[in-house]
């Protein structure tokens, strides 16, 4: 094998000098495509790369995504940016998992949330930007964005929207039974206690099992269900501490019938915002927007609050929702793409998304005074933002997904969803749905210890 | 998926042979005529039915995990499928589906046929028309409209029991969805049932009825001795399509799932199993598994129900 090998290399050498033209040529065009593909690079690569004729293929479904595109071929004409909706969350991730195993059809740069993003890192579908120099914008971003793209000592996408929790609540339907805001989960049961006593129709809020929703609150009672070191050792505990305070929690108001069991983004839920049968929501950041045009009719009677505490005067907040933008492995254009991924998420993108809607994850957007005086209309007149950008510095730290949360979460509704289903301990609900990723983790190669 | 759909087809493939044979012994070279003729169809038939088909068994005897690649395992995954509570459970749950509503639904899509047929109807075209239409409705819209009317807040059931003080309790609840998805299917497949039914009614010679009619018989009695043992034929269809359908129950619950993810879970049917597997877990192999079981079973279910009912016939 090894003869006729190095004996073509020979022939090619000997080829090559004797035609110094074609070799200058094919090494010009050598150099180029080597430049648009390369593993590394600085800051001045990628401003070189983003100079030449390249078309980059965008997954996302975010809103701004499209404007953002335009106004980065505006500034880099060569560069033509196709933005694909390829779905929105999980549909857009099955479409993408199977792109990375056929081993090619992936695009160059992906929306990414932060629950499944350990899930493709790990598989090592996607480029670790800190190979572009991207690492160096961590100052930019709330510690707990950057905690969520920063995975295993390698940055894997960079943080595009938050959603830090808060409690939004109907004032209308507070000052209508005469309920005071409540700030601990103690407070919390027994408003909805009050409120259900008042009108049986009404409830303090909606909950038919929801993973990202469950998850987001164990990680405010400062659970740390899932660990993963190695990449593939994994260890699950969803009745550690902070699990079992959440479960302990949401129990007393499940048992005593005081959730509306209705599935969140249903018909029937935009209809229970909207006449105040469901009095409050405890959610991210980016719910002012949806709450806007979702629930028109109830404009001006919202308000937000911190999300309520599990020990009176303490401050604790959590993530629910957000997601950043990752470079696929299988892009041939790393350096263009880390540079659309930085103009989007570090660059003037940013404020295109803030101005969608989009709840930053920059701590400079946050902490400017246009962000933070903002006064919502919607919200009688709020400064919603004053709120929101104090739970994203409250929230917990510690946290992490596991590296095949996206299929746990599809089959959380198979277990926990039991729990809501009968009214009964969402404990034992918990302990099935960690039986069932442990057996699922096994199953997939990971070592996975209870 | 697709498997279960290339089962039943493929039981062509023998006949095709069989009206070369009778050739053999006049023609010395070969002929390949036949071939020519069905050759363009043969070629799209294996591409899209067969070669699925193979390369689902291909898949079902590897292994595929995130950590540690892919492996071959032999029947590893059969064994896995064939002690798996969950298989089980949904395989369970569609062959009640399937002894319950698919008597109901042939039974008024009968009814209607004979009805329509009978010629006491007035407007029969109408109402040929009007059951018919169900069928015409694309699955998904017509689950996403029952599922409304479903709710029990703000939907029909939600109305009912408000304006005449009901307790009716909630069709997808853990005791009724079941019945509640074969109530969608029925609606939605009556009206194809019953054209399958009227067709094979229309060809009844008419002297036929013209005969019975002069020898005393009632409108029962032409029923029982002369529609009915046309219809069989008929009915079998009816019923191996209904066998597929049920097994391959799909559409309803998954759509539903959105509007009672606790009730419906990500192994209601078989089909919705497989799904799960392959594409919320990646597990493709074991999913391939699943599908090859299934189509067995759907087979061997069909031609029991094709047996009995031609030997009936006989």
Known sequence: MKAPHSNTRLRRTALAVATGLALSVSLAACASTGGGGAETGTADDIEAALQEETTLTVWAWAPAVEDIATAFEKKYPNVTVDVVNAGTGNDQYIKLQNAIKAGSGAPDVAQIEYYALPQFALSEALVDLSDFGLDSLEDQYTASTWGSVNLDGGVYALPQDSGPMAMFYNQAVFDQYGLTVPTTWDEYIATAEKLHAANPNAYITNDTGDAGFATSMIWQAGGQPFTTTDSTDVAINLQDEGSKKFADTWNQLLEKDLIAPTSSWSDEWYRGLGDGTIATLNIGAWMPGNLESGVPEAAGNWRVAPLPVYEAGDTASAENGGGGDAVLAQSKNKLAAAGFVEFMNSGEGTQISIDAGGFPSTVADLESDEFLGYESEYFGGQKINEVLVQSANDVVEGWSYLPFQVYSNSIFSDTVGQSYADKSDLNAGLTDWQKAIVAYGNEQGFTVTE | MTTLSTLPPSGQAPSTQALQKPRKPRVQKRDWTGWKFIGPFMIVFALVLIAPVLYSIYLSFFKDQLVGGNSFVGFENYGQALTDPKFWESMGRVTLFFVVQVPIMLGIA???????????????????????????????????????????????????????????????????????????????????????????????????YEAASLDGANAFRIIRSIKLPTLRPAIVIGGIFSVIGSFQLFNEPSILQSLAPNTISTYFSPNMYAYNLSFSGQQYNYSATIAIIVGLITAVIAYIVQNSGSRKEV
């Open chain 2, 110 to 208: 009968l009814f209607a046929a004979l009805a329509i047929d009978s010629a006491r109807l007035h407007l029969s075209s109408f109402f040929r028309i009007a059951i018919f239409l169900p069928y015409a409705v694309p699955a998904v819209v017509a689950t996403l409209m029952w599922g409304f009317m479903y709710g029990t807040k703000f939907g029909l059931v939600g109305n009912l029991n408000d304006f005449f003080d009901l307790a009716i309790p909630n069709p997808l609840g853990n005791t009724w969805v079941l019945a509640a998805i074969g109530n969608i299917v029925t609606w939605e497949f009556i009206g194809y049932n019953m054209i399958l039914f009227y067709a094979a009614l229309r060809v009844i010679p008419t002297d036929l």
